[in-house]
């Protein structure tokens, strides 16, 4: 209230009554602050990597990572992924991507919805995947899977591996809620592995993991293959 104009007298009033003067600068409230309560997110992760991974091979899942929400919506800004194996981005395998599930919670990329792909680092071996409008409400939960995408024969090392892990709730831009969950949450590790064929103990000559012929006894020296 800044002067004496502010204040109404009711009822009658009495001879001397009025309203004496204000102080200087008026009567002032002390200030208080209007905040929501904290939210929850939880984080679970499953990997799906697999053992090994051919040249070429796409979307080759390595990570679902469930979304739970509570006291509220939760929106996820970003997420940064750490490379924690030997494999290079670029070169050993060329994007990693974010996909959203469809809900019937199994991996598809025919199906899920693809949010971010990257081709290179953020910083170091990390990868901070920027989200848009990403929230997760109270009793529906959302579900991400990790992707790779394998290099070239000539782009790609064998014996090199891919593993990807989100070190710490840090890892998730939540604004002022709290990320909740057992860090680190890491894939499995997949083997890059040769495009060359094999021949295994018995006489079966594997071909990116395709039994394309059987022989009775040792195969020794080349064998050509028409499809």
């Not at 593993?163 to 890491?186: C, R, Y």
């Amino acid at each position: 209230l800044t002067d004496r104009t502010f204040v109404t007298l009711q009822g009658q009033a009495q001879p001397g009554d009025g309203v004496a003067a204000f102080p200087t600068g008026g009567l002032n409230s002390s200030l208080s602050t209007i905040s929501r309560s904290v939210r929850d997110l939880t984080v679970v992760g499953t990997s799906l990597a697999p053992a090994t991974a051919q040249p070429s091979q796409a979307n080759v899942a390595m990570l679902k990572l469930d979304l739970t929400a509570t006291k509220g919506d939760v929106s996820v800004n970003s997420f940064t992924v750490d490379q924690a194996g030997l494999a290079q981005l670029g070169t050993d395998f060329t994007a990693m991507s974010v996909y959203l599930d469809d809900g019937d919670g199994a991996f598809d990329p025919t199906q899920d919805t693809l949010l971010v792909s990257r081709g290179s680092y953020s910083t170091g071996s990390s990868v901070t995947f920027a989200l848009t409008s990403f929230v997760v409400q109270p009793g529906t939960g959302r579900a991400l899977y990790l992707t790779v995408d394998i290099g070239s024969a000539t782009q790609m090392t064998p014996g090199r591996t891919v593993k990807l892990q989100l070190a710490a709730a840090t890892s998730f831009n939540v604004g002022q809620d709290q990320v909740l969950g057992a860090f680190p949450i890491a894939s499995g590790t997949t083997t890059l592995a040769d495009d060359a064929p094999e021949v295994e103990t018995g006489g079966t000559l594997v071909y990116n993991t395709r039994v394309v012929a059987k022989f009775n006894e040792q195969v020794t020296g080349a064998a050509t293959l028409s499809n």
